[in-house]
């Protein structure tokens, strides 16, 4: 282990004791009853860490090409991390159906439930919802007496998913029955429920009031967002017009697709016909319709990728208690105890148009997340142990995404409408770039008007085709996560673009390229292409 390498593996130890809980989401061993100190001295701890790591790799000289990789990865995400610290973000962290609410929760259930003794930890980890969230509550009256207010929609949209959390660990109990750990167990229950409730009732009724009425952050905020989920500055104003035109390409391809459903048909009256003709009704049918086609998946990829037989292992769950609209992805633990997973909320629904969600289980399993993040967990002797864990947003999600394309290239939508709902996701994602870049810098639409809520909830719904259940709290994530929505786009072009200059090399195999790429780990989209092709 060169000197690089070893700080990433020691930054990567250190924080999962800084916080346990994101140790739990990553998969990282760590002291299963400690919890998270989401307060103000928790906060800075965790500063003051990056900023150690990085005068330590400031001293360092890397030893070789897999090193100049890893070092620069560390330095980019950590100078990212203070960046956004800097501007008091962690003050003011009030992120709907995704952030510390959601991490606190899925910690629990990503436990795991074999013995007496992983109850017991299970247990400890619940009762200590209600400090853990009363320290948060600490940091944003902080940020409240500082002048840093989150927006007051993203309050209230977190009082509601608190309220909707307090009373979802009935289920996790009931799995565990009567035994030995039921007292302890119920305690413990009773403490997060207080602690959820208490969060929902203080986010609504004393920071709502203070928060702020606009949802935009503005430029400096937005900076700072975007390159946290890109790792890299880019030019927004050349991102927006793109984005106006990639929507605008793709509904093109979607009209020629509709017309294929039925002759004449717009996509709206093609979507009625796929949703009347290919859909399941009940939450058992949809967790099987997924296991089946996430199987399928698996299949299909093994014959143009290489798939380690660890990641051939993949749990598909319902995302209780969820009320983000999408689904997402975890990834395998450390030490391969725990695979991957991909999470899928209901969203209030009982029938489930599956039609839509292929290209979702291509995105967040194979070929998407689950091979990409699986095949860096593997790669301990070529990716450092933080890249391993830290990945960026455009880098994973531009995989992902690409991931959806290269499925039809290679001819996976096959069944009745699959590459009209692949085609639906991608405008989704186009009208994602629009929306973020165009409300949080206050940019006009092509029309001339200005964007709020009600407007990009009608152009989500409208453009990008968002199913019905995804609109509201796609457009809430939006506004409550600057940067991140923009990801997916910007990151499968920067994967494209890859793909094309190194086609054009002698030699190449795309099922090599494959390969090569995914086994460099993640990087920031700025570094993307010598990553791909480090100069000699």
Known sequence: MTPIFQLSDDHVTAEAVLDPVMATMRGIAADPGALTDYGPEGVEARAGLARRTLAALGELTPESAQDRVAGAHLRERLEAQLAWHDLGEPLRAVKAHFGILTSVHDSVDMLPR?????????????????????????????GLDRGLPAARRQALEAAAQADRYAGVHETLLN??????????????????????????????????????????????????????????DVDLAEAYEWGWA??????????????????????????????AAYSVTGEESYVDWLRAAHDRAL??????????????????????????????????????????????????????????????????????????????????????RFARVYSVSGHAEGWALYAERLAD?????????????????SAMRAARVVIDIGAHLDLPLPDGSRWDFETA???????????????????????????????????????????????????????TWHHDALAIGPVGLAALRDALHPAP
Do not use: N
């Open 114 to 142: 074999d013995g007496d003794e992983d109850w017991h930890v299970i247990a400890l980890r619940l009762a200590g919802v209600e400090p853990m969230l009363a320290g948060w509550r600490s940091a944003l009256g902080e």
């Open 457 to 511: 909830c009608r152009i989500l719904r409208e453009r990008g085709l968002a199913a019905p259940h995804q609109v509201h709290a796609e457009v809430v994530r939006y506004l409550g996560w600057p940067g991140q929505a923009i990801a997916y786009k910007l990151g499968e072009r920067a994967w494209l673009q890859a793909r094309k200059e190194a086609s054009t090399r002698p030699g190449f195999a795309l099922r």
């Open 175 to 232: 799995g565990y029955g009567e035994g030995p750990r039921s007292a302890e167990l119920r305690a413990a229950a009773d403490a997060a429920y207080r602690g959820y409730a208490g969060l929902a009732a203080y986010l609504r009724d004393e920071y709502a009031p203070r928060a702020s009425e606009v949802d935009g952050v503005g430029a400096e905020r937005y900076a700072a967002g975007a390159r946290l989920s890109l790792g890299a």
């Open 409 to 425: 290239e290679l001819g996976w939508y096959s069944e009745p409408g699959t590459r009209l709902g692949m085609l639906s996701g």
């Open 299 to 384: 299949e299909a990829a093994a014959e143009h990728f290489d798939i380690p037989e660890p990641l051939r292992a993949l749990d598909v769950t319902i995302a209780h208690g969820s009320a983000s609209g999408a689904p997402y992805y975890s990834g395998p633990s450390e030490d391969g105890a725990r695979p991957g997973r991909t999470w899928w909320p209901l969203g209030g629904r009982d029938r489930f148009t599956v039609w839509r969600e292929l290209t979702t289980v291509f995105h967040e399993g194979v070929p998407g997340h689950h091979l990409q993040v699986g095949t860096a967990k593997l790669a301990a002797d070529r990716v450092s």
């Open 246 to 275: 990639e929507l605008e390409r793709i509904e093109r391809e979607l009209a020629t697709e509709a017309a294929r459903v039925r002759p004449g048909a717009s996509v709206s009256q093609a979507q009625e016909i796929l949703d």
